[in-house]
């Protein structure tokens, strides 16, 4: 039931404040993660293990691909992170005392599945499942599961079901380094962020009649580019991907400090460029490129921390996020993105539910 809202994809988006409410009930202390829903089998091992390989589908894998940031810099552990259909046909080295970590909002994604069943003979540690289903294939076939507790999701363009599972990686990231004994400060920072998130998301979903505005300028276009560096670039995937799928614009996805390398051609002012660009260490660099964008015209639209000046000329538009710790960025400025391709598909008039040629799930190979 859609209740009060015009479409499932719009009130899965109002629900994510809830979905990570649901998510993180049970699992966070004042100074430590509580690990027991892992099981007793994985409690125990957690501390032995060294690389983390990660393998998933479409937006599941862009939550991958933010993981491997939080776990590379945070735990100190190697993290790889490939989309199922590659994985599951190659050779895959696995070395000793790895994860595999499989992701997946319904659990029954052929080639998710397919690949955690080649991974059953390659020596891996543990297998576990991040779903949003309880009773799915992949989560009955894993050694071990960690589930998102995000509702059922109706609309095919995946919206609560990311933001959640980026809290449970985020969340299994702080298991990790409590595990090997590391830094407690980070835990802290990690659990005090995920509390405050579900707060933050209300605030980010305040935009939305500004994004709205702004996606009317969207609606005649034919191309953008999505721009984000660090934890930030997977999110511009995201981003990307979310209004392909649903307004039919052709969009994609760069390194901000990749579009000098190619991509930068592209720019005229038929060209949007969306930048996820919040503060921290790389947002210097990250407007050096900006720059690049505006002196050729294109049209750019920058979501930025509201602590951080942004001049605003001509065609440009800077929209501001309440400041959050660098750990959660990611996921907060998912809201706005998720807002932005669903009103150009408004505009455009297309079946946001159910876009064209795409299932909810993908049960084909
Ligand atoms: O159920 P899964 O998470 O395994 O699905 C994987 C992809 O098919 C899915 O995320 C797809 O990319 C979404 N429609 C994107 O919005």
């Known amino acids: 039931d859609k209740g009060e809202y015009r479409h499932f994809m719009l009130k899965e988006i109002y629900e994510q404040p809830e979905a990570i409410t649901q998510t993180l009930a049970g699992t966070l202390g004042d100074d430590h993660v509580l690990t027991a829903l892992l099981g007793p089998e994985a409690e125990t091992r957690l501390a032995d293990i060294e690389h983390v390989h990660i393998v998933a589908c479409g937006t599941s894998f862009h939550a991958g691909l933010v993981a491997r940031y939080w776990i590379e810099a945070q735990v100190g552990i190697t993290c790889q992170v490939e989309v199922a259909s590659e994985y599951r046909y190659r050779t895959v080295v696995v070395p000793k005392n790895t994860l595999l970590i499989t992701i997946s909002q319904s659990g029954e994604t052929a080639d998710t599945l397919a690949a955690l069943r080649f991974a059953k003979d390659q020596g891996y540690l543990a297998t576990l ?3 949003n289903v309880a009773g799915s294939s992949l989560v009955r076939e894993a050694n071990w599961r960690l589930l998102t507790h995000a509702g059922p999701e109706i609309g095919v363009a995946s919206t609560k079901a990311f933001t959640t599972q980026l809290v449970a990686l985020l969340w299994l990231t702080t298991a990790l380094i409590q595990a090997r004994g590391g830094d407690k400060q980070q835990i802290i920072t990690n659990i005090n962020a995920l509390k405050s998130l579900p707060g933050m998301v209300e605030q980010a979903l305040q935009l939305d009649t500004r994004i709205a505005e702004l996606a009317e300028r969207f609606a005649n276009k034919h191309h ?10 997977p999110i511009a995937m995201e981003g990307a991907l979310k209004l392909k799928e649903i307004s039919y614009i052709h969009a994609e996805a760069y390194a901000a400090g990749e579009l000098k390398h190619g991509p930068l051609a592209l720019v005229d002012e038929n060209m949007p460029v969306v930048s996820v660009a919040p503060s921290g260490s790389l947002l210097e660099k990250l407007k050096s490129n900006l720059e690049e964008v505006r ?6 639209i920058t979501f930025a921390c509201e602590r951080v000046e942004h001049a605003e000329e001509g065609t440009a538009q800077t929209i501001t996020l309440p400041w959050v710790e660098d750990c959660i960025s990611p996921i907060l400025y998912t809201i706005p993105l998720q807002l932005l ?13 159910k876009p064209r040629n795409l299932a909810k ?5």
Do not use: I, N
């Open 224 to 233: 953008a580019l999505f721009l984000g560096r660090g934890t930030h670039f």
């Open 341 to 353: 391709s669903y009103h150009v598909a408004l505009v455009k008039g297309t079946d946001v539910d």
């Open 361 to 365: 799930s993908v049960t084909v190979e």
């Open 295 to 300: 002196a050729r015209g294109g049209q750019l």
């Open 129 to 131: 499942a991040l779903c």
